[in-house]
Nanobody, 115 residues
Framework: QVQLVESGGGLVQPGGSLRLSCTASGSIFSFYAVDWYRQAPGKQRELVAFITRSGNTGYTEPAKGRFTISRDNAKNTVYLQMNSLNPDDSGVYYC?????????WGQGTQVTVSS
């Protein structure tokens, strides 16, 4: 059973930064792609960024130029560095990994961007 735990969310002012972490219960991130999603109240969950097992990264439009996804295999952790945050970035952020057709989600971490 894979467990994912997100952390690092909080309240930040517009223009500020946060670094989210997604830590796995085992050494899996070097073998599987990891996605970061977010969900705002009343909206569907949307993909923000991903990192493949080879380390290639990709971002959806809201994240391009502001967010950076990275991975530390030794710590079993994937990070999402978020800069220049604005209120539209508020929501619950989740990490996801799919292993042998089974999708695992963390419990999410709340990000609130407000003055």
């Amino acid at each position: 059973q894979v467990q994912l735990v997100e952390s690092g969310g909080g309240l930040v002012q517009p223009g500020g930064s946060l670094r989210l972490s997604c830590t796995a219960s085992g050494s899996i991130f070097s073998f599987y792609a990891v996605d970061w999603y977010r969900q705002a109240p009343g909206k569907q969950r949307e993909l923000v960024a991903f990192i493949t097992r080879s380390g290639n990264t990709g971002y959806t439009e809201p994240a391009k130029g502001r967010f950076t996804i990275s991975r530390d295999n030794a710590k079993n952790t994937v990070y999402l560095q978020m800069n220049s945050l604005n209120p539209d970035d508020s929501g619950v952020y989740y990490c996801k990994v799919t292993i042998s057709g089974v999708t695992y989600w963390g419990q999410g971490t709340q990000v609130t961007v407000s003055s």
